[in-house]
């Protein structure tokens, strides 16, 4: 295996940006920004053969430390056991019983794949009566079992549901803990009558029992076992993305579960089709076990109205749509609309600009600078809202797939989705990973509070004709 090296790489202008895309390398497109002097930057991790070829043609490449000083995928793991103790839940006969106090003393790494799907599994044993184990209809192609829990009392079609992903991504560690710890504490909360604090801010214990009285809370904290497991395995790669479909036939094993998703898969937009790269669609849209569990999810349980999905690194809270800008006064220009393929994923162009209504655009703006908001408020902490096309266009992804089935499928609830990246990093020192889970749980707090207020009325779809 290639050394790699983390590495900016400056493009002189956009289309150079963009055009990085041609090279199939492992570059993190939610990083790319404009930098003081009108350069484009976008941070990523390459071989030095790979800088080489880049420099040849041109654009300027700063390299900044080598991959494997950041393994803390292996160097910092806690046992199921470890965790759920500090986290302050009993793990022997009588945790059905009694609920302890949080310890002073807090986990000192991330759980293991199988920590996880254990976790969801003690939480139902703990809290029968508010959180329920669903187990997922596909398994993974190391036949791994998949698990999504919900939370919620008196659980029943006429509520709204809200979707929580995590995990998609192999080496971003952070989300799963994040998503099981948001889970364990809301569950505690709930049942001891306390609300929550997350650093400097706090939540009573009236909004706690409103999330879960008032909502189905969905909670899928690891979409791809199989990639976190090669992650954290001794011999595996701590920088791994995709997921570990052996790919027979091809050069390289694994799919972008991210770039996955039945929306403009087959475009090319922010996408590739060589197995050897790191945003690999895969051979055909939901070819994925992993991707049609989520697809399962949202098939399931027809009260999702709401998705977040989250994801590492960039601060970062957006919202569709990933493969143009946003216009809300056209519907005819929608990505359902084949008189516009080709034109799409330009940015500053006038050809094309993707629809959505002026209702939607007005939600998902309002409720990401509520989820920025309470991010901020636990220790100052500053994301930004954008879209999540920002500077460079991605299609096949969750949250555009989610939000785009009402428009393909009139039958299909309409699905608002967001996605996060949290931190700056894959994989931080678990004391920051502490710091992201308190600061971004305040935002999944403002997520479910945002959910709840949506109405009757704003959650008709709104019908695009082609």
């Not at 106090?101 to 794949?113: D, F, H, K, M």
């Not at 549901?161 to 560690?173: C, D, K, S, W």
């Not at 011999?235 to 091809?250: A, C, E, F, L, S």
Request: proline share 3%; glycine share 6%; with cysteine.
């Amino acid at each position: 295996m290639a050394r790699k090296f983390f590495v900016v790489v400056f493009a002189s202008t956009r289309r150079a940006l963009l055009n990085l895309s041609n090279y199939h390398l492992d570059l993190f497109q939610a990083t790319a920004q404009t930098a003081q002097n009108q350069e484009f930057t976008i941070e990523g991790l390459l071989s030095l053969e790979e800088v080489e070829r880049l420099v040849n043609d041109g654009y300027r490449v700063l390299i900044q430390e080598e991959a494997s000083k950041r393994a803390r995928a292996t160097q910092e793991v806690t046992s199921f056991q470890e965790w759920m103790q500090a986290m302050g839940e009993p793990t022997g006969e009588d945790a059905t019983l009694r609920t302890l106090e949080i310890s002073a003393a807090p986990p000192n790494g991330y759980l293991r794949t199988e920590g996880i799907e254990a976790t969801l599994q003690r939480l139902a044993i703990a809290y029968p009566s508010i959180c329920q184990v669903i187990q997922l209809p596909e398994k993974t192609w190391e036949q791994r079992t998949s698990r999504a829990i919900r939370i919620g009392q008196n659980s029943g079609r006429e509520r709204s549901g809200i979707l929580l992903l995590g995990g998609v991504h192999a080496r971003e560690l952070v989300n799963p803990d994040l998503l099981i710890s948001f889970a364990l504490k809301l569950c505690q909360a709930y049942q001891a009558g306390t609300g929550l604090t997350f650093g400097n801010k706090s939540y009573d214990a009236t909004t706690i029992q409103q999330i879960v009285n008032q909502v189905d809370l969905f909670i899928f904290p690891l979409v791809n076992p199989d990639g976190r497991a090669f992650v954290q395995s001794a011999t595996g790669d701590p920088m791994w993305r995709k997921n570990r479909n052996p790919n027979r036939g091809q050069s390289c094993k694994g799919v972008d579960l991210n770039r996955n998703f039945d929306f403009l898969w087959s475009s090319g937009i922010g996408t590739s089709s060589s197995s050897c790269s790191e945003i690999y669609r895969g051979r055909k849209a939901f070819s994925e076990p992993e991707t049609r569990n989520v697809r399962y999810l949202l098939d399931t349980y027809k009260n999702i109205t709401t998705m977040l999905d989250i994801h590492s690194y960039s601060k970062l809270v957006m919202y569709p749509w990933g493969d143009d800008e946003d216009q809300t006064t056209n519907a005819t220009m929608n990505f359902h609309n084949p008189a516009y393929n080709g034109l799409r994923g330009t940015l500053g162009d006038t050809a094309y600009k993707e629809y959505l209504t002026r209702e939607d655009l007005n939600w998902f703006t309002t409720t990401c600078n509520r989820v920025r908001d309470g991010i901020r408020s636990v220790r100052g902490t500053v994301y930004t809202v954008q879209q999540s096309i920002g500077l460079y266009p991605t299609t096949a992804t969750s949250d555009d797939y989610a939000y785009s089935r009402c428009f393909v499928d009139h039958s299909k609830r309409r699905v608002l989705a967001c996605a996060i990246e949290t931190g700056s990093e894959f994989q931080p020192p678990y004391a920051e990973a502490l710091n992201i889970i308190a600061e971004v749980s305040a935002g999944l707090i403002e997520f479910c509070a945002a959910s709840m207020t949506l109405t009757e009325s704003a959650q008709e779809v709104a019908l695009i004709s082609t």
